[in-house]
């Protein structure tokens, strides 16, 4: 079952902050980050564990509420060079490979 | 390193045809996955291979089928090609499993993909 990407897109102009969400009805192991440019592959960004872990990437940031099985993504002073598409993929518990979400559009603007 | 690659970047197939996608990978790495991507969609998985010899259904599986004879290649077949298979393909590939119960997991690391149109 896909994990619930909201919102599905959003405008931002240099300099602002943005939130994305990522929400399960399952029990969730680990949640990925991925960055999409257009015409372009799935780029890692960071990896989030059961556990409430919080992790950085430059001005890129993700939280993991195990209790609610949501994941939040926090971009920070954006930059035109973050524009794209943002997918989280989850990982239930036992051997169930990566569902992605459908994807939140981000643009910048200057 | 190359990475991940795929072959070809673009095909253009009739209803009914047959193709066969390439993804080579030189990390490596054991695991590697077969995605489409269709607008609004997300990525969904078709079929996944855990090591060389093993292949397992995704979560859309019917239409394709898969092979897994050397380690660092991963073959997508589609037998008798339907409008509905028009997508872009991504293979990907992992260290290990993401699901592995030890407490660590791996990012996927994708290819550029294939962009599939059935006419």
């Known amino acids: 079952q896909q994990p619930v990407q909201s919102p599905q897109a959003v405008i931002l102009r240099e300099g602002e902050d943005a939130v994305i969400n990522c929400s399960s009805s399952?029990?969730?192991?680990?949640v990925h980050w991925y960055r999409q440019k257009h015409g372009e592959a799935p780029v890692f960004l960071m990896i989030l564990l059961k556990g409430g872990e919080q992790k950085g990437h430059d001005k890129i940031s993700a939280s993991f509420n195990e209790k609610k099985q949501q994941s939040s993504l926090y971009l920070t002073a954006s930059q035109l060079s973050y524009s794209g598409t943002y997918f989280c993929g989850t990982e239930s518990m036992g051997n169930t490979p990566l569902v992605f979400g459908k994807g939140t559009r981000l643009s910048v603007i200057a | 390193n190359a990475g991940v690659t795929q072959t070809p970047k673009f095909r253009v197939l009739k209803t009914g045809q047959s193709m066969t996608l390439l993804c080579a990978q030189d990390m490596n790495h054991e695991y590697m996955y077969w995605y489409r991507q269709d607008p609004g969609m997300g990525l969904r998985l078709i079929h996944y291979s855990v090591g060389e010899g093993t292949t397992a259904k995704g979560e859309v599986p019917d239409g394709y089928n898969v092979s897994r004879l050397k380690k660092q290649n991963f073959l997508l077949g589609l037998e008798s090609a339907a409008p509905s298979q028009t997508s872009v393909y991504f293979c990907a590939s992992s260290y290990s499993p993401p699901y592995v119960s030890s407490g660590v997991s791996y990012e996927q690391y994708f290819g550029p993909g294939t962009r599939l149109t059935v006419t």
């Open positions: 399952k029990a969730l192991y680990s």
